[in-house]
C-alpha cells in the first residue's frame, strides 16, 4: 500500500468509526466540509487534495466540534494501526 492509499484508507476508517458514534449520514457531511476530501455516500475517501496530515486533523477537529474528546479517544485505536504516519 503506497502513502496516498494509506492516508485514504486512515481518513476512510476515521469516518467509519465515526459513522458508528454519530450515525453514517452526520459522519459523511461533516467529512464533506473538509476542504480538499472526496468522499462517497458511503463514507470511503476517494481522493484528498493538500497536505494528508492538515486533512486529518481538519476531520478530526470537525468530529470534535460534535462530541469533544470522546471522538479523541474512540479515533486512538485506528491510528495505532498506521504507526509509518506520524501523527
Known sequence: MDEKEQYRSLLSEIIA???VVLGPDIAVLKARSVD????????KVI??????????QDLVDKYVELSGMIVKNA??????K?????K
Do not use: C, M, R, W
Not at 480538499?36 to 463514507?43: K, N, P
Not at 479515533?75 to 495505532?80: A, G, H, K, Q
Not at 498506521?82 to 506520524?86: A, G, L
Open 17 to 19: 468509526k465515526q459513522a
Open 36 to 43: 480538499g476530501l472526496e468522499v462517497d455516500d458511503a463514507g
Open 47 to 56: 481522493d484528498f487534495d493538500g497536505d494528508p496530515k492538515k486533512l486529518i
Open 75 to 80: 479515533l486512538n485505536s485506528v491510528f495505532e
Open 82 to 86: 498506521y504507526p509509518t504516519i506520524n
